[in-house]
Structures are given as structure tokens and as C-alpha cells.
């Protein structure tokens, strides 16, 4: 069984954890998008945002198994 370490791409992994776990600076109704307030919508756009950076992770982890 080989032994996880650290790698570069992981910092990655560290945004959407940031951005979402600092509550105060989202918790707010303005500016609201197409009438949904601006909470709801940031929280789903890092959710995008977080499979968009999860992908680069996962295909270099794959590429070192190989």
C-alpha cells in the first residue's frame, strides 16, 4: 500500500472549503441574481466552481496510479 503525501494540485481542494466556511462574507440578500439572493446563488456557484477545480485534482491523481 503506497503512502499518500502532499502534491502541489491539492491547494486546489482549498478555495471552496475557504469561501464557504467564511460565512460572513457572503451573508448577505444583495445583490440579487435573476431575484434569488446573493446567499443562495454563491453558495451553488462555488458548488460549480468546486467540480470544476475537484476535476484537474482527480486526473492527476489518476495519472500518477498509472
Not at 451573508?27 to 484537474?56: D, E, H, K, R, S
Request: charged share 15%; no cysteine.
Amino acid at each position: 500500500m503506497s503512502r499518500r503525501r502532499f502534491r502541489l494540485h491539492h491547494l486546489l481542494l482549498l478555495p471552496p472549503y475557504v469561501a464557504l466556511l467564511w460565512v460572513g462574507s457572503y451573508n448577505t440578500l444583495a445583490p440579487a441574481l435573476f431575484g434569488i439572493p446573493f446567499f443562495y446563488w454563491y453558495q451553488l456557484a462555488w458548488i460549480l466552481l468546486g467540480v470544476l477545480l475537484l476535476y484537474p485534482v482527480y486526473r492527476a491523481e489518476e495519472a500518477e496510479k498509472e
